[in-house]
């Protein structure tokens, strides 16, 4: 029996669009499953290896829930406008409407070629104009509400790509798309405010694990303990990017003028070891200080402070403008800073004068932009004091009054020296005694910041949906009446960006007038106010493409609506989403974002909740033979020639196979080969269907591995999952000889069900050849009969930092870490040893330990 994967392939996935197998009734669905993975940015002529990592595993999970008895939904789309496509086709110097065509033709094609469920009836491409539509609405339902706002603002600046570039584009201070040097520049750029929301973007997020959120899966007791719906470490990643502080917010004065700056800190106690201040290049005040250099105006007196050395600082902050945050504030950067000389700053509480410097790890974007220098207890005001020759004075000692600063900073709270009348006060009394004392002077007051920035959504690009504004001189900035939407982007011969001259050449403080190459598109800028019909002007800037990618999942179920973003009732059907996987390098912003316009749906009113994902799971990065595949490498790897070579199906398991999902897998063209051995290992089981032994009655194998595949699947652990269908497979050759005409047939089909989410093309095949004529995808998931699967009993050590602390007894022995980790960590004795304390590691040895590193 001959084993040809390309002709089986082609004549399911045939019979798949045929029947409409995976175009699931939307309004009659009773038990509705939302399966998504992030759609893929065409920035190439196709797929590769990586994307299909990625979908394949989402793909057998979603088999595995239809199997449950779930009627799935799995869309799939293009995240199409945006910088990576744009960027593509200014490379081969084609016309990004013609690459666009072009790309989606054959993306669609890979995608039906890998067997997925796709319902290839409702893709979304984020350039068709009945999708950003929609994202323009958006845009002025922000307007409208005040979230949409234009500011000046220093931005990420690619003078290679002619655009304004979000931090997560900016690698090491270059472009992460053409390797150029990234600037700063300061420009008018619309902003969402994120901002806003960021208390209820952090709250949620405790909110954010199985149980919390419920499912419409009834999973079992191993998934909900499993802990893979939100990892902690998704969840930290969005923390620090929030990055609430609580501290206080004070004023002080600059000697000699009648300025001020205000400081954010979280260790009012140490202000007594201020020995000098920093701000931030790019502060407004440094600004000021700089333009009235040569005159009275700003200043309070005749003798008004200057800075003396203003070409040494002009030429640090034009230095400072090339450096991108991620370098600016890379911990093993050294510490570089000017002073500004003839500028003091007056400590409020002692009145000192210090001395006041500027250093680009300030970010001015980030608090206030200004820092009060406290080295002996603070490690980085302490490098840069040591570097610069600045006094250090110690105001803080622990309680037992000891404390050194010789070599480093003392970090921790304690007792107050060397502070006047709060000597003697612990570190918390102190600081709310300070505190009174700022509100009594009307300088200061508790303050609660964020590190998260106002979401800039400008970009000087053409390939984007065009920002929905129009520029009336009598009725000033309005947006594009609903009923006009969409505004069109219009077709253009030369889409490349224009900008004008580098920002580095821009003196500090002036604004940078990048433009879009829509703005010089006359019949495009020039239209009519929607208000008094004078003649006015459109913006020029398009959106950025984290806004298409931010709300789409709430588009697909709605397509056929046209009249409305989404329709309520579907949308209340079918979300939040049930599962989502993507790559952990879009656990920041990706997902944040999407909550954001989730929280703002909900607050239209459209949803009656505002978290997009009941599940979200970040898969790890494929590799090639111990390398990150790169094209400069020549190790990028074409899914095509496999999947033409050894099969759809062949080149699905082998990803599966790879390892564990999180954590990535090395392509291996040998471990290809050896899963394709298995894969016709497999087929040639079905040869002899008729052949008769004596039976061998004891089938409790069958039933251990159905319950083992089952346990593995639920907590996405694809790799473990398949190696039990191998072992299932070895034992079956070892019995074929033996099984009756009846076992043979119930193995030989639980085997086809186990393997149908790897292999749905030869699952459906040997699923017809056993005798069925209805789709294997309709057939329900096997269940295991219990009294067969009882496993051996065990007791479980429980160890902190290698001493047993407690044992859990009469547990199973194939117990897995996750399960295990969950238990122990709800026992009283242990949460006693683990209070307080961080797990760095947990370390497992299956059926003995669990072992807590703290």
């Excluded at 604004?511 to 006359?522: D, N, R």
């Excluded at 790879?658 to 298995?678: E, H, N, P, V, Y």
């Amino acid at each position: 029996m001959h084993y040809n994967p390309q002709k089986i392939e082609s004549k399911w996935q045939q019979r798949w669009e045929k029947q409409g197998l995976y175009s699931p009734d939307l309004d009659k669905a009773e038990k509705p499953f939302y399966n998504l993975m992030m759609f893929p940015y065409p920035s190439a002529e196709g797929l590769h290896i990586g994307n299909m990592y990625a979908f394949v595993h989402s793909d057998a999970y979603g088999r595995y829930i239809r199997m449950k008895g779930f009627d799935v939904f799995e869309p799939i789309g293009l995240d199409g406008f945006g910088i990576h496509s744009e960027n593509y086709a200014l490379k081969i110097g084609e016309h990004i409407s013609d690459v666009s065509k072009r790309t989606e033709k054959h993306f669609y094609q890979q995608l039906k070629m890998i067997g997925n469920q796709y319902d290839f009836k409702r893709t979304l491409e984020t350039y068709q104009p009945q999708y950003y539509k929609w994202t323009q609405w958006i845009f002025i339902q922000m307007f409208k509400k005040g979230l949409a706002y234009q500011r000046e603002s220093y931005v990420n600046w690619c003078s290679q790509c002619k655009t304004v570039l979000a931090d997560e584009q900016v690698i090491g201070g270059y472009c992460e798309r053409c390797g150029a040097q990234v600037e700063k520049k300061l420009t008018k750029q619309w902003f969402f405010k994120i901002t806003d929301y960021a208390e209820r973007l952090l709250k949620n997020l405790e909110s954010l694990s199985t149980r919390a959120l419920g499912s419409k899966v009834k999973i079992s007791k191993e998934m909900a303990q499993s802990g893979i719906d939100w990892s902690e470490k998704t969840k930290i990643a969005q923390r620090e990017w929030i990055g609430k502080s609580e501290g206080v917010e004070f004023e002080m004065e600059i000697l000699d003028t009648d300025q001020k700056i205000k400081v954010f800190t979280t260790r009012l106690d140490t202000i007594f070891g201020m020995t000098y201040a920093i701000l931030s290049p790019e502060h407004p005040i440094v600004t000021l200080l700089l333009k009235t250099q040569n005159s009275r105006q700003g200043r309070s007196s005749p003798k008004a402070a200057r800075i003396q050395n203003r070409e040494e600082v002009e030429e640090y902050i034009k230095e400072a403008k090339k450096e991108t945050e991620s370098v600016r504030t890379d911990i093993t950067k050294e510490k570089t800073g000017v002073e500004l000389k003839g500028i003091r700053v007056i400590n409020p509480f002692n009145k000192q004068k210090t001395p006041l410097f500027i250093a680009d790890f300030i970010l001015g974007y980030y608090g206030t932009g200004a820092v009060m220098a406290v080295p002996a207890h603070d490690q980085r005001d302490y490098e840069f004091a040591k570097k610069y020759g600045l006094p250090i004075k110690e105001v803080i000692k622990n309680k037992n009054g000891k404390s050194s600063v010789e070599k480093k900073a003392f970090e921790n709270y304690g007792v107050l020296i060397n502070s006047g009348e709060y000597n003697g006060l612990t570190s918390y009394q102190a600081i709310e005694k300070m505190i009174t004392f700022l509100k009594e002077k009307k300088i200061g007051d508790k303050k609660i910041n964020y590190k998260l920035r106002d979401w800039c959504i400008s970009r000087q690009r053409y390939w984007g949906p065009p920002i929905p504004i129009i520029y009336c001189e009598k009725c000033g900035t309005l947006p594009v009446p609903e009923k006009n939407l969409p505004v069109l982007l219009p077709e253009i011969e030369d889409f490349r960006p224009t900008g004008t001259d580098s920002p580095s050449q821009v003196s500090q403080g002036e604004i940078w007038e990048g433009k879009s190459p829509l703005a010089s598109v006359k019949e495009f800028v020039n239209t009519i106010c929607p208000k008094c019909g004078a003649p006015a002007k459109r913006e020029t800037d398009v959106s950025d493409t984290f806004l298409d990618s931010a709300w789409y999942f709430f588009r697909y179920p709605s397509l056929d609506y046209q009249d409305r973003i989404f329709d309520k009732q579907r949308t209340q059907k079918w979300l939040p989403v049930d599962m989502y996987i993507g790559g952990q390098e879009h656990a920041c912003l990706h997902l944040l974002y999407s909550r954001f316009i989730t929280m703002f749906f909900k607050d239209l009113g459209l949803i009656d909740f505002e978290e997009p994902y009941k599940r979200f799971f970040a898969h790890g990065l494929l590799i090639k033979e111990g390398a990150k595949m790169s094209k400069s490498k020549g190790n990028i790897v074409n899914p095509d020639e496999y999947i033409k070579k050894y099969g759809a199906d062949s080149t699905r398991m082998y990803l599966m196979f790879l390892g564990k999902i999180s954590r990535g897998g090395d392509w291996q063209d040998s471990g290809m080969a050896g899963i394709t051995k298995f894969v016709r290992k497999a087929w040639n089981l079905f040869s002899d269907l008729k052949k008769d032994g004596k039976g061998i009655l004891d089938l409790s194998f069958m039933h251990k591995t159905i319950k083992r595949v089952d346990n593995d699947l639920e907590r996405l652990s694809f790799n473990t999952a398949i190696a039990k269908i191998m072992e299932y497979v070895n034992w079956y050759k070892e019995n074929q000889d033996n099984f009756s005409k009846k076992e043979r047939k119930l193995v030989l089909e639980n085997l086809v069900l186990l393997l149908s989410p790897f292999t749905p093309h030869l699952s459906e095949e040997l699923w017809e050849k056993i005798g069925h004529r209805e789709s294997v995808f309709k057939e329900k998931w096997p269940e295991y009969d219990s009294e067969l699967v009882k496993e051996e009993i065990i007791t479980l050590i429980i160890q902190v930092n290698g001493k047993i602390r407690d044992k859990i007894d009469n547990i199973e022995a194939d117990i897995f870490k996750e399960k295990a980790k969950e238990l122990a960590i709800s026992r009283q004795k242990i949460k006693k040893w683990l209070k307080g304390k961080e797990i760095k590691k947990t370390i497992f040895v299956p059926g003995k330990l669990i072992n807590f590193v703290v």
